[in-house]
């Protein structure tokens, strides 16, 4: 599979969103009302809950994994199972997760949790990554190779 610069900006991007809730977990109460995550989890945090901290850990999980999946698509590891059908998935959730964001805005839906700049700013950035992957998806589609279920093509043989 030939290299996909798409889709290898777009699992940089997965990383530092990654990177991004793992500065919130060391940087404490603040830095989630700062992240939007609101003040329950960030008064949890000042008082030394750990619920913050594993939940914020699990988030960052699937953006690792996420990563890793643009990486694949990308050509710079392995292709992994269900590789096209995956980031179709990963560009949905940005995408979605975008324009819902905008259009609340745009709706002037009252009593939201979220400060307009927050969602404003959150929803651009997951508008951008998403057409970073839908663009690196688009360019991939059909020439993802599939593989079998212990990671490799045994055609070959």
Same mark, same amino acid.
């Given at each position: 599979m030939r290299?996909?610069?798409?889709?290898?900006?777009?699992?940089?991007?997965?990383?530092?969103?990654?990177?991004?809730?793992?500065?919130?977990?060391?940087?404490?109460?603040?830095?989630?009302?700062? *992240?939007?995550?609101?003040?329950?989890? *960030?008064?949890?945090? *000042? *008082?030394?809950?750990?619920?913050?901290?594993?939940?914020?850990s699990c988030i960052m999980s699937v953006f690792l994994i996420w990563a890793l999946y643009a990486f694949s698509g990308a050509g710079v590891v392995k292709p992994l199972p269900g590789l096209q059908l995956v980031l179709l998935f990963i560009t949905a959730v940005y995408c979605l997760r975008g324009v819902i964001g905008i259009l609340l805005l745009l709706m002037a839906v009252p009593d939201l949790p979220w400060s307009p700049v927050f969602l404003l700013v959150s929803s651009t950035i997951c508008l951008v990554i998403g057409l970073v992957h839908l663009a690196g998806l688009r360019r991939g589609w059909g020439k993802f190779q599939p593989v079998g279920i212990i990671g490799s093509s045994l055609s070959h043989y």
């Open positions: 290299r996909n610069p798409q889709l290898l900006l777009a699992a940089f991007l997965n990383l530092l969103v990654a990177f991004g809730h793992l500065l919130v977990i060391v940087m404490g109460a603040e830095a989630y009302r700062l *992240a939007g995550a609101g003040d329950e989890l *960030a008064n949890m945090a *000042a *008082a030394g809950s750990w619920y913050p901290a594993v939940l914020t």
